[in-house]
Structure formats: structure tokens, C-alpha cells
């Protein structure tokens, strides 16, 4: 069960990015699904676990754009909430270096608060594993992590105040560099700070050791094209390695949203926290190997490298 964002992505090619107050021509427009809820959650079903969607868009032309990918992966839709306004949308600028700017409209999304994630107990009692994200209201996170029977994964992604019980919940939590450091700023703070530790060079693993003895059962840190570390009591608290496999990366963008769909989806299925790293690496660098988000994702049957 994934409970989450769906936005539709407004991707605009142009030589260069437009500088304020300037206009430039774009090369081309294309409308494609995104959002991090929908894009793990199309990662997981793609490689075939069972996957049930809570989310929500509005009433406008840019909700059957949003969910266009979920569909066409086999997500169990009958969850989603309709909400009268705009859908998510992300307007993205990619310049001729690859460099992205992104402007997120939420929408919808915001509407994704305990209410609606209560509605939705039943389910959350009983699925096998509860994603969550950043990009819905910090309530609705809480909400569902309160009322998860089975394994939460929680992608910290982007990093914000959730109250620490969340994260002492996340079985993985799964960040990335950057986020790792918020999620620890924010549970050795008690809650406060965002702004990540501060204390000098601090090396990956060692964030990921910090995580584990601030009360984390379990903790992924993605690191690119180097891989993931992963840690866990039932792994004597050694920070394990798992390299990501070599490949000529053309678009990174919704790689780490491969990566978590896929370790769900492995996790689910009854793998080992590392067994389902190891899949949720070649996955991520399947991911990078295409163009787009929910596009580049591998299907069941796919050769990953
Ligand atoms: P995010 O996009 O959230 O910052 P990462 O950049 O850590 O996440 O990427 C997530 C996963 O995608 C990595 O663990 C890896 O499996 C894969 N990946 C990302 N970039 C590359 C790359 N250049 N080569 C191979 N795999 C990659």
C-alpha cells in the first residue's frame, strides 16, 4: 500500500534556463505522470507485487495525466480520493546541460491529511507494507504510520518535520545523503531541526550508525551510482554495502523512486532488508538508464543490470 503523491509533471525543453524577468523558447512540452506516491507505487506493481494507491487529485484536465502511469501498471486505484481543484503539478524546466528547475504545485495532494488517510484504516491494518513519502501533509504521514499493521517504509523525501516516532517506526527508513542528514537533524533535535547535523565531515556510514542508535529499526541510505548502505538489529548493526551496477546514466530523475518501489516490493514478498537492496539498486540503475520517471522503470521479466 503506498500513500502518497500523484502529480502530472509539465516538462519544457530549452536551451537555457530563463533568468528572472526573461523569456526563452522551449524545444518541446510533454506532459508526463509523476509525483513520489505514484511513482513507487508504479515501481512496485511494474515488478509485480499487489499495490493499493491512497492519494488524491482534483477535477481538472491534468488528473488523468497524474494516473495515467498507475493504471497502466495495474494499481489498485479504488482508494483514490477526487478533489474539487487542481491535481499536483510539477513544472520542470530542463536546460540543454541536463540541469532541471522544478516549481511543485501540490494541489490535491494536500488534501491527503488524517481524514482521508483514516478512511482508509482497514487497509492499513492489514497490507504487508505501508510507503510513505514527504509530500503529503505531515498529519496524513503520521496517520498512516500510526495505523500501519505491517512494515512501514518511509522514504524521508523531502526532508520534513514529521513527528521522530515516525521515523522510529520506518523499517527501512530509506534517504538519501542529503535527507539522511535532515532525519538526523530532526531526531537528535526531538523534532525541531531540519537544518541536518552540523558537526563537521560526518561519513555515510556513520550517519546511518547515527540513525540506528537514535532509534531507527532500520535504515537504507541511497548513495547514486555508488549503491545503498543498509543496517538493521538483525544485521549485528554492521553498516552493509551493496554496490550499484555499472551503467551509462542518461536521466536520474525518479531513480530513488525506483529504488523504493522496488525494495517494497522485495520486502513484501519476504526478502531480507539486504537481499531487497540488492534488487533495489539494479533497479534505481535501470531507472537512470531512460529518459523520465514512471517511463524508465523496469517490468517483471525485464533484464536489469
Ligand atoms: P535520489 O534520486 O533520491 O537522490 P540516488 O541518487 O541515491 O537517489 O539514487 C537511487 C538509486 O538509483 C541508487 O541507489 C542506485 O541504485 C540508482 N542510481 C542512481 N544514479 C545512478 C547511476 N549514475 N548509476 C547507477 N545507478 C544509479
Known amino acids: 500500500m503506498v500513500v502518497g503523491s500523484a502529480n502530472a509533471d509539465l516538462l519544457a525543453r530549452t536551451a537555457v534556463h530563463p533568468a528572472p524577468g526573461e523569456t526563452v523558447l522551449g524545444r518541446d512540452l510533454a506532459v508526463l505522470p509523476g509525483g513520489k506516491g505514484a511513482n513507487q507505487a508504479v515501481a512496485a506493481a511494474r515488478l509485480g507485487a499487489r499495490v493499493a494507491f491512497v492519494g488524491a487529485v482534483g477535477d481538472d484536465e491534468f488528473a ?3 494516473t495515467s502511469g498507475l493504471r497502466e501498471a495495474g494499481v489498485d486505484l479504488e482508494r483514490l480520493v477526487v478533489v474539487p481543484g487542481g491535481t499536483g503539478v510539477a513544472v520542470v524546466t530542463v536546460a540543454a546541460d541536463g540541469e532541471n528547475s522544478i516549481v511543485v504545485i501540490p494541489g490535491a495532494n494536500a488534501s491527503v491529511g488524517p481524514d482521508v488517510v483514516r478512511r482508509h484504516a482497514d487497509l492499513l491494518a492489514t497490507a504487508d507494507v505501508v510507503v510513505l513519502q514527504g509530500e503529503i501533509p505531515r498529519a496524513g504521514i503520521e496517520a498512516a ?3 500501519a499493521g505491517g512494515r512501514v517504509v518511509m522514504n524521508l523525501a523531502p ?3 514529521v513527528e521522530p516516532g515516525v521515523l522510529r517506526r520506518a523499517d527501512p527508513l530509506v534517504v538519501n545523503e542529503h535527507e539522511a542528514h535532515g532525519a538526523l537533524g530532526l531526531l537528535e533535535s526531538g523534532g525541531v531541526n531540519l537544518g541536518g547535523v552540523t558537526d563537521g565531515d560526518v561519513t555515510d556510514d556513520a550517519v546511518v550508525a547515527r540513525l540506528r542508535a537514535a532509534g531507527v529499526p532500520s535504515v537504507v541510505l541511497t548513495r547514486g551510482a555508488h549503491g545503498a548502505l543498509a543496517a538493521a538489529a538483525d544485521l549485528d548493526d554492521e553498516v552493509v554495502a551493496v ?3 555499472h551503467v551509462e546514466a542518461v536521466d536520474t ?3 530513488g523512486d525506483a529504488f523504493v518501489g522496488a525494495l517494497a ?3 513484501a514478498r519476504g526478502s531480507g532488508l539486504v537481499d531487497a ?3 533495489a539498486v539494479r533497479v534505481g540503475a ?3 538508464r531512460g529518459p523520465g520517471a514512471q517511463p524508465s522503470y523496469p517490468w517483471a521479466g525485464d533484464d536489469l543490470p
Open 159 to 161: 526532508v520534513i518535520d
Open 253 to 255: 530523475t525518479g531513480a
Open 64 to 66: 488523468d495525466a497524474a
Open 277 to 279: 537492496a540488492r534488487v
Open 243 to 245: 554496490p550499484a551496477p
Open 265 to 267: 516490493a522485495e520486502l
Open 145 to 147: 504510520a500510526q495505523l
Open 286 to 288: 535501470f531507472a537512470v
